[in-house]
């Protein structure tokens, strides 16, 4: 099955700073990659996702990218704000119906004022 | 209410007792799943429900019951829990997907669940 595994599992950066977290999926089937923001004592909220026929996708602060050949795919968000403290979690789709979304660990991003 | 609604928020419960997570979506989604959270943890699937038949149990416990009685509510029943299964119960939901495509999936807030 697909695993995906997510980088750093806690990133501090200073305010106004960029973050970026790395994930990587082993099924080069997979075709659709959320990324989702889970704010403490909420459940997860997706924030942006991406399909296998586009490299880049951007919404405003936010920005994904995508490597298919080297099964990678990264979320940036640039001038970060106090409110993008919280985990997020990178997913990747590799078909064969409902139940074919698997999460990475997540990444606890901490915005030092 | 609108989105994935969740009751209730926090339970905690003895290992001898019984009890029922209830989730609800307003989204007029066709499947319903149930996540377990557990700390350091990916989101771990528990189950899957797709036009209200499980498709997916993903060797579950026999102490976790689903149920799903029609496409806009899910129930995780509970017995003789362990103290291990102390978590974060998250629901959500999604439109099947179909051929290719892929809908994203919708979260409720969660169940914090405590067994002692």
Redesign the interface.
């Known amino acids: 099955g697909e695993n995906v595994e997510q980088h750093p599992s806690t990133l501090s950066v200073q305010e106004g700073d960029s973050a970026v977290i790395k994930c990587t999926y082993s099924d080069s089937a997979s075709n659709y990659f959320p990324w989702y923001k889970q704010e403490l004592g909420k459940g997860p909220q997706l924030i942006i996702d991406i399909r296998s026929n586009v490299g880049e996708k951007k919404d405003q602060r936010i920005a994904v990218t995508l490597n298919k050949t080297a099964k990678h795919f990264s979320l940036h968000i640039t001038e970060t704000q106090p409110e993008d403290s919280a985990v997020y979690f990178c997913a990747a789709y590799s078909g064969g119906g409902a139940d074919g979304l698997t999460f990475g660990k997540g990444t606890h991003l901490i915005i030092q004022p | 209410e609108t989105g994935?609604t969740?009751t209730p928020r926090h339970l905690v419960m003895g290992m001898t007792n019984k009890k029922s997570l209830k989730c609800e979506q307003h989204l007029g989604h066709n499947?319903m799943?149930w996540y377990k959270q557990s700390a350091?943890?990916?989101?771990e699937?528990m189950f899957?429900y797709?036009l209200e038949e499980r498709?997916?149990n993903?060797s579950v416990p026999s102490r976790f019951s689903p149920e799903c009685p029609n496409s806009s509510h899910l129930f995780l029943h509970l017995h003789t829990l362990q103290p291990e299964d102390s978590a974060l119960y998250?629901c959500?939901s999604?439109q099947?997907?179909t051929g290719?495509s892929?809908n994203?999936?919708?979260?409720?807030?969660?169940t914090r669940l405590t067994v002692l």
């Not at chain 2, 350091?40 to 989101?43: H, Q, V």
């Not at chain 2, 994203?104 to 969660?110: A, C």
């Open positions: 994935v969740q499947a799943y350091k943890k990916p989101l699937l899957v797709s498709v997916e993903n998250l959500a999604s099947v997907p290719a892929y994203e999936q919708f979260f409720g807030p969660g």
